[in-house]
């Protein structure tokens, strides 16, 4: 009978391998379901397409620059996203709960961050989101990028400051009720900002014209945040209406996502939805690429208009590519507690 006996060492060591593979699976899982909740905000497709948009606004003496590392900005839209997991201090960055503050949240939170912070704490701000003052700040940062003709930073700045600035032109960015999840309309975040856009908005009219300097840029952002909340409402209540009228599998349907059959909003849905709206996914989308436009001007204008036709060769640093892959490496590591070199 002994053989079928494991000695108390084996049976540790069994043990042992047991739960090291089902913490590394539910680590993966985990790991997985971060990948996939990370694909939130305007849709990875609007964010590219928004970057993208904001380079043909700008004048002569910045499109020599801009246009050509177009590609880079647009790929590089999505950044803040794929960092919301991975770095502390991101996923506030990406939103404000305005409902948090009560009924006058508008008068009541100060338009810049040390007043802010004075009146709330930094904690509690950053725990209700904090997208109104981040903009400010990577703004600021900007402006200082150009007056240092550092071309990785201007780059990388301003494909996160495009990031940002859309995100506030989102209505359930301004929300705790982002999803839906308060009111039972779970999935209502992507429907509106992701299938939406992939959906309808190639048909938009995205001419826009040039570029204008904004004097109060904090001013403006909080405006921006102000007409997304105010356009909130509608997004939830045209969403209950227009469910109550259809049968389940009607405001659904099944499509190949990426080769996997996935359940999406219905076509139909979608469009009866969108008809609701009236226009209102273009307005915000065409008001992101007006203010990221605008705003990567005005910093360029407050840093006394520096030549950026000496940098159109100087591309993004080396460094700073490898300073991302390194985050990148690093977030995993600690995700999965992986050691660099396996000590067993
Ligand atoms: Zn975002």
Redesign the pocket.
């Given at each position: 009978m002994a053989s079928f006996v494991l000695s108390p060492r084996k049976k540790a060591e069994k043990n042992r391998f047991f739960f090291k593979n089902a913490l590394n699976f539910s680590l993966l899982t985990l790991f997985l379901l971060l990948l996939s909740g990370a694909k939130?905000?305007?849709g990875f497709w609007a964010?590219k397409r928004i970057n993208r948009l904001a380079v043909f606004r700008l004048p002569a003496e910045m499109q020599v620059f801009y246009k050509k590392y177009t590609d880079y900005l647009s790929e590089n839209a999505?950044n803040?996203?794929k960092r919301?997991y991975a770095v502390a201090g991101e996923a506030e960055?990406?939103?404000i709960d305005l409902d948090v503050y009560g009924d006058s949240a508008l008068t009541v939170l100060p338009k810049y961050w040390p007043a802010a912070v004075q009146k709330f704490g930094e904690d509690s701000l950053r725990k209700h989101g904090i997208v109104p003052w981040h903009i400010q700040m990577a703004a600021s940062q900007l402006t200082t990028a150009f007056r240092e003709k550092n071309t990785s930073r201007i780059l990388r700045i301003s494909a996160d400051l495009g990031?940002?600035i859309?995100?506030a032109h989102v209505p359930l960015?301004t929300t705790r009720n982002y999803n839906g999840q308060l009111t039972a309309q779970e999935g209502i975040h992507g429907f509106w900002e992701s299938r939406l856009p992939e959906l309808f908005a190639e048909d938009y009219d995205m001419w826009l014209g040039p570029v204008v300097y904004r004097k109060d840029v904090a001013r403006d952002i909080w405006k921006a945040i102000e007409a997304s909340h105010a356009a909130m409402d509608s997004v939830l209540l045209f969403e209950k209406q227009l469910t109550a009228a259809f049968k389940t599998d009607k405001k659904y349907s099944f499509e190949l996502r990426n080769n996997v059959l996935t359940r999406m909003h219905s076509r139909e849905f979608s469009e009866k939805y969108h008809r609701m709206l009236a226009g209102q996914v273009a307005r915000r989308m065409r008001a992101s690429v007006q203010m990221v436009g605008d705003i990567w001007y005005t910093c360029w204008i407050d840093a006394g208009q520096p030549d950026l036709g000496q940098l159109v060769d100087s591309g993004p640093a080396l460094s700073e590519q490898n300073a991302e892959a390194a985050e990148r490496q690093n977030w995993l590591q600690r995700l999965l507690n992986v050691r660099p070199e396996s000590d067993d």
């Open positions: 939130g905000h305007w964010h999505v803040p996203d919301r960055r990406h939103f990031h940002y859309a995100d960015h």
